[in-house]
């Protein structure tokens, strides 16, 4: 998958500054989530977003492959356990993806009103 | 979704809703906001009872300076601790920022040059209470930020006796002042003040409880 900003000739600088990636909602979910806890383990994960282990699994290898989260697998006693944690520019990623929605619902709500 | 279609404003005004339902559920999952107030509240009733016991002016100070104020380290170590716990048992991590750091924090300024004006000016407690503002801020908490402004205000006051004083002065114009009130009045003002952080606690739980 690519991390090109989509679409990337439509001509909105707002629009552009979507990135396909994080645009997805459940890995914005799942970014957002990790923006406030910071990290979090991953039945926790599951259970808060509504995934299934198979797509969770998905979509944290692809936000890791991107580098916007950190995946970190060890054991607490025999049970194993998984955690995963955002990154500086997995933040960065989220906080340039809100902004530019934000930016989109409102330049929408100015055109609706005139 | 496709952010050029027509339709992209709408969702995205449904998914930022969305975004902004998951971000409060997991601030009430962490309990980030009641634990800490909670904390505060406590140790602040636990001042005003010493105060009534009078226990300040009887314990030796070293350097000039009251053992209590190593409760502010211990407090922040409590909440270090118990952020772990909670990671361990929930699967929640603690957030931006660290507690454990915080512990250093009315220490440090006891020790880095010039640093210990800010504990001259502001008190073991009102450099607790920045610690928590800078806590707050790191986790954008708005309410755990103004709780912090509110308290390291009314505590800094209170270290000048400011808030004792006017409560003294209050009692002499409604006539209810003898010894004991005017012994006790800061023991009220701490009283009110723990009273207050815990109320603001209850109010954050709740809302934590809803939010879960």
Not at chain 1, 52 to 79: C, M, P, Q, S
């Amino acid at each position: 998958m690519s991390a090109d900003p989509v679409p990337p000739d439509c001509g909105d600088p707002a629009v552009s500054r979507l990135h396909e990636v994080v645009h997805q909602p459940a890995r914005l979910g799942i970014l957002t989530v990790l923006a406030e806890t910071r990290r979090a383990d991953w039945p926790y994960l599951k259970s808060v977003l509504g995934l299934t282990d198979g797509n969770l699994g998905r979509h944290l290898e692809v936000l890791a492959g991107e580098g916007f989260v950190k995946i970190t697998k060890g054991y607490e006693g025999k049970r194993p356990r998984t955690w995963a944690e955002i990154t500086t520019s997995g933040r960065k990623a989220l906080a340039s993806q809100i902004a530019a929605m934000k930016e989109i619902v409102e330049r929408f709500e100015a055109t609706k009103g005139k | 979704m496709n952010a050029a279609d027509p339709d992209a404003p709408v969702a995205n005004v449904d998914q930022l809703h969305r975004l902004e339902q998951l971000r409060l559920r997991a601030r009430a999952d962490r309990q980030a906001t009641s634990v800490p107030l909670f904390t505060f509240g406590a140790v602040t009733l636990f001042f005003a009872l010493t105060e009534v016991l009078r226990q300040p002016s009887n314990v030796a100070h070293i350097g000039g300076l009251s053992p209590l104020a190593l409760i502010w380290p211990a407090a922040f170590g409590f909440l270090a601790w118990y952020y772990r716990r909670q990671e361990a048992r929930t699967g929640v991590g603690a957030g931006r920022g660290s507690y454990a750091l915080m512990v250093l924090l009315p220490i440090a300024v006891l020790f880095v040059p010039f640093a210990w004006l800010l504990h001259f000016f502001l008190s073991s407690t009102g450099v607790a209470a920045l610690g928590l503002l800078v806590m707050a801020l790191l986790q954008r908490n708005w309410y755990l930020g103004i709780s912090a402004v509110a308290y390291g205000v009314v505590m800094t006051l209170e270290a000048y006796f400011f808030l004792s004083y006017r409560l003294v002065d209050l009692g002499q114009e409604v006539g209810v002042v003898n010894d004991l009130f005017t012994d006790h009045a800061t023991a009220v003002v701490l009283g009110l003040t723990g009273l207050g952080m815990v109320a603001a606690g209850l109010v954050a739980g709740r809302r934590e409880a809803r939010e879960s």
